[in-house]
């Protein structure tokens, strides 16, 4: 499974960004997807996952009710809508693909995509 994020850029506080992951491979409709993220001198953190049917999410409490997570099957890709963006939402975005249900963990994650910056200023 190969994936390709994109869709990070500056923005300033209060305003949106949609980041893309898009996924080619073997059965990759098969998978869960998740969004992570890792800030300046931070770990990574978990933002957000997607089952492999589109039917069940799951976020970090620090996004919920701002950022949401969708898939497109017939793109292979998957969405990470962010909204009400804040400078704490500055970081490298990663999408990730996972044979387990909606994991946090990120090492339960197998595939993982290049980062995308997002950059939220004050």
């Known amino acids: 499974v190969q994936l390709q994020a994109s869709g990070g850029g500056s923005v300033q506080a209060g305003g949106s960004l949609r980041l893309s992951c898009v996924a080619s491979g073997h059965r990759v409709s098969h998978f869960d997807m998740g969004w992570f993220r890792q800030g300046p001198g931070k770990e990574r953190e978990f933002v957000a996952a997607i089952s492999w049917s589109g039917g069940s999410t799951i976020s970090a409490d620090s996004v919920q009710g701002r950022f949401t997570i969708s898939r497109d099957y017939a793109k292979n890709t998957v969405y990470l809508q962010m909204n009400s963006l804040k400078p704490e939402d500055t970081a490298v975005y990663y999408c990730?693909?996972?044979?387990?249900?909606?994991?946090?963990?990120?090492?339960?994650?197998?595939?993982w995509g290049q980062g995308t910056l997002v950059t939220v200023s004050s």
């Open positions: 990730a693909a996972s044979s387990l249900r909606l994991v946090r963990s990120s090492r339960h994650y197998q595939h």
